[in-house]
């Protein structure tokens, strides 16, 4: 299973964050094997007209909904992650803001000068306010790939490995597109794709992974957001 042990790994997040932080995490979990339920589509698809897996469907959905309208009276934005897990060989974070590999494997200044690239991403929003370029915030020094990098995690993209190339890799599906800020809002979002190999195959490897999650992301929100969450 490639999704193994990423339900521990949330919790363990949200676990690392409330000891960083003092503040917990709005955390979802999808128990359901995905032949029940596949929430990471559209309805249609996802639930197969099963009207149990229908009611799941519309019940994670909005939760995420109330979730994000809760940050949105908290803060001045926020940051949505689908966690799941790879089974890819290549042992490394895979960063998802919906751009093909195509898309990552142009330079700066062509991601930069075509808006379409910052239009369709999972990013939009932040990308638009900050002052940083958009090829910046994808895999830039202060990028969440090279955040990531300096904690110890290989990731793509980032600063030392700016695209896939010709390498498996997951862009992000239906819910980065949907609870994403691509169609507007203070809320942005990425899927996260972890491998198994030191980040979920052990409980201390989980542990450490998601403390490392902790301070990137607490680091994340301050510079990109202006939003402290610390004590």
Not at 5 to 13: I, K, P, S, W
Not at 142 to 161: C, I, K, Q
Not at 206 to 226: K, M, N, P, S, T
């Amino acid at each position: 299973m490639t999704d193994l042990n990423t339900g521990e790994l949330a919790r363990a997040v949200d676990s690392a964050l409330v000891r960083l932080t003092g503040r917990h995490a709005h955390i979802l979990i999808v128990r359901l094997h995905r032949s029940k339920l596949d929430a990471n589509r559209d309805i249609t698809e996802g639930a197969q007209g099963d009207a149990t897996a229908e009611q799941a469907w519309r019940e994670f959905h909005d939760f995420l909904d109330d979730a994000k309208a809760d940050v949105r009276r908290r803060y001045t934005g926020g940051l949505y992650i689908d966690l799941h897990g790879h089974g890819h060989t290549i042992q490394r974070l895979e960063l998802g803001y919906l751009l093909e590999r195509d898309q990552l494997r142009l330079p700066d200044d062509s991601l930069d000068q075509h808006q379409a690239h910052e239009t369709w991403s999972s990013i939009r929003t932040l990308s638009v306010r900050s002052p940083l370029s958009f090829a910046d915030l994808l895999r830039g020094p202060e990028s969440l790939g090279a955040m990531f990098e300096r904690a110890g995690y290989s990731a793509v993209p980032s600063d030392v490995t700016p695209h896939p190339g010709d390498d498996e890799y997951f862009t992000g599906g239906f819910n980065t597109a949907t609870h994403g800020c691509r169609a507007g809002g203070v809320i942005c979002a990425v899927q996260i794709e972890t491998n198994r190999v030191g980040v979920r195959d052990t409980e201390e490897n989980r542990a450490a992974f998601a403390a490392a999650v902790a301070q990137v992301v607490e680091r994340y929100l301050e510079i990109h957001y202006g939003v402290d969450v610390t004590p």
